[in-house]
């Protein structure tokens, strides 16, 4: 029995992750600061510590008296379209507190340390997205990603720091937090309806993703420890089949049964249009992951959320750069803010 750390564990993916090792028969620790999450979400055979990555005091507390034989990393705050906006936040979270585990796993002998990251890395113009290009990211959130990646692989060099690195794109699934309205469109939109709003879409709505079930990703992510083939490795995990952005409000409206509820373009926003990645690595290392389609996930999504209701979050309080702010958000913190 591994005793494994899953931070971000009460959040959308990391809870998945701690149920699919409680399952494989791990004594789990999640750590998470709630500022995303739920404790409802984690599953109760595992134990939920509040605290921050940032923390390292805490990180190296937390160490020192569970004695972890793995550390899965799933926390992050990933709005990447916000993360231009939010430079120190968003380094900070992803980046400082990702060391803070890093040098804690070092310290304390983890056997492996398994990495979150994601298809932001790759930037734009580079498709299918392989694990052998060069990673070129655009935004804030993928160069901290990246920036991880690359610690990751030094700290394996130099200290022998077994790790593997998953980049996931654009998962939903139940447990996601449709309350978040800066990631996580499938969310967004079921909540809007769920709200009596209109759809939010930022531009023509023909940027394309390939959606991830999030049921289809975690087993990998579990296995990954006890995967020889895996360690020292990247690997893209995901959906292959690609969708508009407006297929997918209509895919969401008829799931929820208002096919024809309006939606609202705003003007586009700085983003990579079109982003999907190839699997084949991932499936010569795992075997065949399960593949879910997207009408199928989304209504398991959408009957799941009707049973918790919607969500309601506060626009982020802390925008350090306003200039180029999309005008949606920008008036959703002065709405906020009030007179």
Not at 47 to 70: K, P, W, Y
Not at 90 to 96: A, D, G, L, S
Not at 275 to 284: I, Y
Request: with cysteine; net charge negative; proline share 4%.
């Amino acid at each position: 029995m591994a005793r494994s750390l899953v931070t971000g564990g009460a959040g959308f993916i990391g809870a998945h992750v701690v149920t699919a090792l409680c399952d494989r028969g791990h004594e789990v620790v999640a750590l998470d600061d709630l500022s995303g999450g739920f404790p409802d979400n984690v599953d109760e055979r595992a134990r939920l510590v509040e605290g921050s990555i940032v923390d390292h005091g805490l990180v190296d507390d937390l160490f020192a008296r569970e004695g972890f034989e793995r550390v899965f990393h799933c926390a992050a705050y990933a709005a990447e379209g916000l993360s231009h906006f939010i430079k120190r936040f968003n380094y900070t979270n992803n980046v400082i507190g990702s060391v803070n585990l890093i040098n804690a796993s070092v310290n304390h002998d983890v056997d492996c340390f398994v990495f979150t990251s994601s298809i932001a890395v790759y930037g734009a113009g580079q498709l299918p997205m392989t694990e052998s290009l060069k990673p070129e990211p655009e935004d804030s959130y993928g160069i901290a990603k990246y920036a991880v990646e690359q610690e990751l692989a030094a700290s394996r060099e130099m200290f022998g720091l077994d790790y593997v690195t998953f980049r996931p794109h654009n998962v939903y699934g139940e447990l996601q937090n449709i309350g978040d309205r800066y990631r996580n469109v499938i969310g967004i939109f079921i909540n809007q309806i769920m709200q009596g709003e209109p759809l939010s879409i930022f531009g023509d709505g023909e940027q394309t993703r390939a959606f991830s079930y999030v049921g289809d990703i975690v087993p990998a992510i579990a296995a990954a420890p006890e995967t020889p083939a895996a360690r020292g490795e990247t690997f893209n995990v995901g959906a292959d089949v690609p969708y508009s952005i407006n297929q997918l409000a209509q895919a969401v409206k008829e799931a929820m049964g208002v096919a024809e509820h309006p939606a609202v373009h705003h003007e586009a926003r700085s983003e990579v249009v079109h982003a999907f990645s190839d699997h084949t690595k991932a499936r010569e290392a795992f075997g065949e992951a399960g593949v879910t389609s997207l009408e199928e996930g989304v209504a398991r999504m959408v009957e799941w959320a009707r049973r918790h209701g919607p969500r309601a979050t506060a626009p982020f309080a802390g925008i350090e750069i306003e200039r180029g702010l999309p005008a949606a958000w920008r008036q959703e913190t002065a709405a906020e803010a009030g007179p």
